[in-house]
């Protein structure tokens, strides 16, 4: 089996072997892992897939020091460009909504 990189409909980035028949079946980050939190999207899968780009694949990677905590921060600092994008926006439009 190839081991590749899977792309699923939310955009979220996997680990997997390329199976027969089109199958793919997922090594990491686990499925749905994010969505037990109940973030919304697209903060979830902006999570999810700096999980995947930090190699955080299951439980004893998460278990690294400071894995999650890292995650964490890096997912935040992307919701706070777009944030800062926001009121960029905003006040270049006079402060008007639409």
Known sequence: MEKITHIDDK????IA????LG????IGPPEGVVDVLGLPEPFA???H???????????????RPNALLGALQETLN?????????FFRYY???G???
């Open 11 to 14: 955009g979220r980035k996997y």
């Open 17 to 20: 072997w390329k199976g027969e």
């Open 23 to 26: 199958m793919n079946i997922i």
């Open 45 to 47: 899968t902006n999570l």
């Open 49 to 63: 897939n700096v999980l995947f780009a930090r190699n955080i694949m299951n439980q004893r990677d998460a278990s």
């Open 78 to 86: 992307i919701d706070v460009q777009r944030l800062n994008e926001a």
């Open 92 to 94: 270049q439009d006079g």
């Open 96 to 98: 008007h909504n639409g």
